[in-house]
């Protein structure tokens, strides 16, 4: 049975990938997201760990549901945004001309701002965590000594490497044409790595592969000598970041040990896929602790969804700060756990609900960006689209609505459309 779901969840995700590239609404917010999510589903069904829960009926159910939601939430707003395309009337967001020049001098500055909130960071916090002899720890520590707008600006390289790679793919490569860019990017990778964030590298990688996707349109051949070089960037990545934090923090053999899953007869390239096993497979069980204990304890009602404003705003407004969430993670999950999947922080707002509204309101969303960049492709909605592409693929992974960059990441692009674009 195990072998039959794998298989079957394997093959309707491929057919979901190939239905985004190839079939009817082409590129649409639909099939990347049942793409996503089916071959997390199948990843999940390997039961590696001992300390996985196998999915009850309802957990099943419910997931499906989520999944219809999001089916007819898409199927909805396709009409509605095609019958009334409100964004086509605001002068604002119809920008198609750029200053290739401009974006170029935004994209120094970005770069010239992050040098400075590194040195900040460092200064403060006295070391980087990937150099730090007990990685995670540092990182606690220095989450308390670094305030978060210094930590967003001295990862910056989340920003200026795809706007890097935008003026790349608009131009066409050339070395003599784009040194400097490939210099900043080369640097900016390099420090993001030191943060050993395996989210931040995986972000500017699938925001470059969907702005290549969606700027360059590639043919097979095209494709394939561009892609498998970013997806092999984004395995080693993952596997290589966690394993080398751990292995300094813990020691070899952590992973297989505090989650349960007998590594001994692992060949090297089946050990280097295990962080990517626990990432998708360990969120859904995050899921699933967190439907379960919501069940016979109060939801948060809203709290967790505003925690990026509250704890951005609580100190100059104090009067926020009754809106701030209170929960115990560890009384959800062991308490080396903290994501669970895009539908985790509103399952813990509210409960079991959460399943049938969200995914409804998200595609509503995601399916306007999209129809946004169909009508108008311009600097703001390609990136606005590929940023969007990112989100969908982490959302059977990572909680993005809760994180405050992500909020931060958006003003930011619509501020440099702003610098970089103006009406014919």
């Known amino acids: 049975m195990q072998t039959l779901l794998i298989t079957i ?26 793409s996503a999510w089916f071959i997390a589903i199948a990843i999940s069904q390997l039961h590696l760990s001992e300390l996985e829960w196998l999915w009850p009926a309802k957990y099943w159910y419910l997931i499906f549901v989520s999944l219809g939601s999001f089916v007819l939430g898409f199927l909805v707003f396709d009409k509605v945004w095609q019958r009334y395309p409100w964004w086509m009337k605001i002068k604002l967001l119809a920008r198609e001309n750029l200053s290739e020049q401009k974006l170029r001098y935004l994209i120094y500055f970005l770069f010239a701002v992050s040098l400075v909130g590194l040195y900040m960071f460092y200064k403060r916090a006295g070391n980087f965590p990937l150099l730090a002899p007990d990685p995670d720890v540092f990182r606690f520590a220095a989450d308390e000594k670094v305030p978060g707008l210094i930590n967003y600006v001295a990862q910056l390289a989340r920003v200026f490497i795809p706007l890097s790679f935008f003026l790349i793919f608009r131009q066409n490569f050339s070395w003599r044409r784009h040194w400097d860019l490939v210099t900043i990017c080369l640097v900016g990778t390099v420090f993001l790595i030191l943060y050993a964030s395996r989210t931040q590298i995986f972000f500017i990688d699938l925001w470059i592969m969907a702005l290549y996707l969606l700027m360059r349109k590639p043919n097979l051949r095209q494709a394939i ?23 300094k923090s813990y020691g070899p053999g952590y992973l297989g040990a505090v989650t349960g899953i007998n590594e001994s007869h692992y060949n090297p390239i089946e050990k280097a896929f295990v962080p990517i096993y626990i990432g998708v497979s360990f969120n859904q069980q995050a899921l699933l602790h967190a439907e379960i ?30 809106f701030k969430s209170h929960y115990d993670l560890g009384a959800i999950f062991y308490s080396w756990w903290n994501t669970g999947t895009y539908l985790f922080p509103f399952v813990q707002d509210f409960g079991d609900a959460a399943f049938y509204v969200i995914p409804f309101l998200i ?30 693929v982490m959302t059977v992974y990572l909680s993005f609505t809760v994180r405050a960059e992500m909020y931060l990441d958006l003003m930011l692009l619509f501020a440099g459309y702003l610098i970089v674009s103006h009406e014919s």
Do not use: C, E
């Open 293 to 322: 204990y919501y069940r016979n304890h109060p939801i948060q009602h809203g709290k967790v969804s505003l925690d990026p404003f509250t704890n951005i705003f609580g100190k100059a407004i104090p009067a926020l700060n009754q």
């Open 225 to 247: 000598k561009f892609y498998p070089a970013f997806l092999l960037v984004s395995i080693v990545v993952l596997a290589a970041v966690p394993l080398i934090r751990q292995y």
């Open 363 to 392: 595609a509503a969303i995601l399916t306007l960006v999209w129809y946004y960049w169909k009508t108008s492709p311009n600097f703001l909605s390609t990136n606005l689209y590929a940023y969007s592409m990112f989100f969908i």
């Open 9 to 34: 969840f394997t093959i309707v995700s491929v057919a979901s990938f190939w239905q985004f590239l190839r079939g009817k609404y082409q590129l649409a917010p639909l099939w990347l997201m049942l």
